[in-house]
T-cell receptor, first 113, second 115 residues
């Protein structure tokens, strides 16, 4: 079975704090892709990152960083020095080649000024 | 436009009415997905097209739901005899690649409210 768990339903931080969003996935396949999407209040899902299962290198993009650990089936997302504009719902997703994506339930992040 | 376009953005239907939701993907994108997102939930897969072929419709919740993409471009999701539980945002996404090999680009969604 394919499943994505995001245990944190809601997180509130004060601006400039660092915050980590957790994602744990389940799959029997050895080849798969992991994604993070941001859904701002406007509703449109915005792509943030894609990783394939053979690339465990952590990635940094500006204030965003991702920690992929196959040993714990986790793909966590950290925002450094959070800003009010980071307030959104963040979804982790799992995909397999030729098949559809499975999304987690999302984590609502509120960054307070 | 350059992005995925969905219409209508908002639809209110009386229970029992039929509705049709349209998705105009990014030009040239091979893959097209429909997702259903209930309030406070993550998107749930409905169906997947590769060009005009519907390769996976395992997520369609009942035979009242029907999707088509006859020319491999625009897609329509039709819901017959709508029920209150059909109320949700219906998201369309397209990708240049097949399946999950490429980035998914999402539209803003069609919010359906069934009274």
């Amino acid at each position: 079975a394919q499943k994505v768990t995001q245990a944190q339903t809601e997180i509130s931080v004060v601006e400039k704090e660092d915050v980590t969003l957790d994602c744990v996935y389940e799959t029997r396949d050895t080849t798969y892709y992991l994604f993070w999407y941001k859904q701002p209040p406007s509703g449109e899902l915005v792509f943030l990152i894609r990783r394939n299962s053979f690339d465990e290198q952590n990635e940094i993009s500006g204030r965003y960083s991702w920690n992929f650990q196959k040993s714990t089936s986790s793909f966590n997302f950290t925002i450094t020095a959070s800003q009010v504009v980071d307030s959104a719902v963040y979804f982790c997703a799992l995909g397999h080649y030729g098949q559809n994506f499975v999304f987690g339930p999302g984590t609502r992040l509120s960054v307070l000024p | 436009g350059a992005g995925v376009s969905q219409s209508p953005r908002y639809k209110v239907a009386k229970r029992g009415q039929d509705v049709a939701l349209r998705c105009d993907p990014i030009s040239g994108h091979v893959s097209l997905f429909w997702y259903q997102q209930a309030l406070g939930q993550g998107p749930e897969f409905l169906t997947y097209f590769q060009n005009e072929a519907q390769l996976d419709k395992s997520g369609l919740p009942s035979d009242r739901f029907f999707a088509e993409r006859p020319e491999g471009s625009v897609s329509t999701l039709k819901i017959q005899r709508t029920q209150q539980e059909d109320s949700a945002v219906y998201l369309c996404a397209s990708s240049w690649g097949t399946g999950v090999s490429g980035e998914l680009f999402f539209g803003e969604g069609s919010r359906l409210t069934v009274l």
